[in-house]
Structures are given as C-alpha cells and as structure tokens.
C-alpha cells in the first residue's frame, strides 16, 4: 500500500513496478494539485539513502532553482514530454542549458538527451515544456529539506506572484508563463 500525500506518496512495498497505463493516473493526479505536480517516491521514507521518485508535471510548473551540497548528485531520466533544465552559477548566470526529450519525440537533435545527472553545487532550474511531462529522478538521501536544498537567493519563491515568476523566467529567454498563482 501506498501511503498518501497531497503532493507525493511514499512506497511501502519491497518490490515495486509500474506500468505505464498507471504511470497516467499520475498525469490526472500533478492535474488536481495547485502546484501541477505530483510524485510517487519509489523509496519509502524521507530517511531513505537512495530518494528515486516519478514526478509528474501536467502543462508548466514553476519549480524555484536550487543545488544540493557538493556530496549530493541528482539525475533525470525523461520517460514522457520535454524539459530544459537550466545550469546556473551562484549569480543567477547560465552556465549551460540542458535539453531533454522522451525517446521517441520528433524534437530530438543531437543538443538533446533523455538522461541528465549534475554531480556539482550549482543551480538548477527545471522548465517543463510539454502539457504531460514525467520523469524518474534519483538523488541522494536521506532528504532533509533544510541540509540538501538550497533555494537560489536571487529567484522568486515557489508562492511569489504570478509576475514576479514571470519576470524572473523571462530572464532566462523562457516562453513559458506560469498562468496562475501556485500556493
């Protein structure tokens, strides 16, 4: 069984697989939340040392930038939709845009990929592209929020007004636009 949250639920079962018909009651799941995300962690507590989540984002979601301390690594494995995740130094400056799109996706060039892992301190800023965006993450644990997550200074808040977020992502040359307040 699984052990419910608003945004997430956790595992509990010793062996786990998923299909990908249930993968999309995921996509109805990120739909109901205010965030238009949702995941279901692979692991099953906080405490774990191997956090491996699927995380499904319906349309865009603003996900604040952020890095994890030098002994974290963090990768992404794009099962359905497109992403481009923005590599940036402490400044706020791009260092590197990575491009991801699912396997079969007629965008993809040699610039893209469908795997990513960021083994250094650096900001990163997760931009979803597609109307159903999933992906496999897998970080280093245990997750304590406070010690592994460090939001970028010179980013607005995940519950900063609607223009803010926009302004801060237009920096960036992103066409995406939030289009509602996530609280």
């Known amino acids: 069984k699984m052990k419910k949250n608003i945004w997430a639920e956790f595992n509990k079962k010793k062996i786990v697989s998923y ?3 249930k993968l999309k ?21 906080t405490d774990h040392l191997t956090q491996e989540m699927l995380i499904s984002i319906n349309g865009f979601s603003y996900i604040r930038p952020h890095r994890h301390p030098k002994n974290i690594s963090e990768s992404y494995h794009l099962i359905k939709g497109a992403i481009d995740i923005y590599i940036l130094n402490d400044k706020g400056r791009l260092i590197k845009k990575v491009k991801l799109r699912e396997k079969n996706s007629p965008k993809n060039t040699s610039n893209t990929g ?7 301190p650096y900001y990163h800023l997760t931009i979803p592209l597609t109307n159903w ?16 997550v460090n939001y970028a200074k010179f980013s607005p808040s ?13 920096k960036y040359k992103i066409k ?6 996530q609280s």
Request: proline share 2%; hydrophobic share 30%; glycine share 2%.
């Open 158 to 170: 995940e519950n900063a007004s609607t223009e803010e977020i926009n302004k801060f992502l237009k």
């Open 19 to 21: 299909n990908f018909s």
């Open 176 to 181: 995406k636009k939030l289009l509602k307040r």
């Open 114 to 120: 469908f795997i990513y892992r960021i083994s250094a």
């Open 25 to 45: 009651s995921l996509k109805i799941k990120a739909k109901k939340n205010k965030k238009n995300r949702y995941r279901i962690c692979l692991h099953n507590s």
């Open 133 to 148: 965006t999933l992906y496999h993450e897998v970080t280093t644990g245990p997750f304590k929020k406070n010690s592994i």
